[in-house]
């Protein structure tokens, strides 16, 4: 068995696995269509803060079987390994390990949002409010 790492030793050598991106270039990925957003914040979060237009709303839980593009219960826009995702959590902590769990399945070009919905939201992009 090997010796505990600890959480920030483990989302350094996660995120030293991929390039992350800023939220204006996660916005203007998505508004390019070479990306899809991939909200996996709890609802309260959501009800709360409010929604980025396009992104899809995927619960933690159901992310890998929801963009697995060779799983039985994908949804239609995981067509493929070379899918560019970019995971969003509330502030960029638990879209580390969701985007190294999608690199796991395959999806190569899986990231994550630095700073989360919070960072988005602090630059100004698009929210949905409740």
Do not use: K
Not at 88 to 114: F, K, P, Q, W
């Amino acid at each position: 068995m090997s010796e505990p790492i600890g959480i920030d030793a483990l989302l350094e050598r996660v995120r030293g696995g991929y390039q992350r991106i800023t939220p204006r270039a996660a916005y203007e990925a998505a508004e390019s269509g070479t990306a899809l957003l991939a909200d996996i914040r709890y609802a309260a979060l959501r009800e709360r803060d409010g929604l980025i237009p396009g992104a899809l709303v995927i619960e933690r839980n159901e992310l890998e079987w929801r963009l697995d593009p060779g799983g039985s219960h994908r949804l239609p826009e995981a067509t493929g390994h070379d899918l560019r995702v970019v995971v969003v959590c509330n502030e960029g902590y638990a879209s580390s390990l969701a985007a190294e769990s999608l690199h796991r399945l395959g999806l190569h070009r899986a990231t994550d949002l630095i700073g989360g919905f919070q960072a988005w939201r602090e630059a100004g992009l698009p929210v949905i409010v409740p």
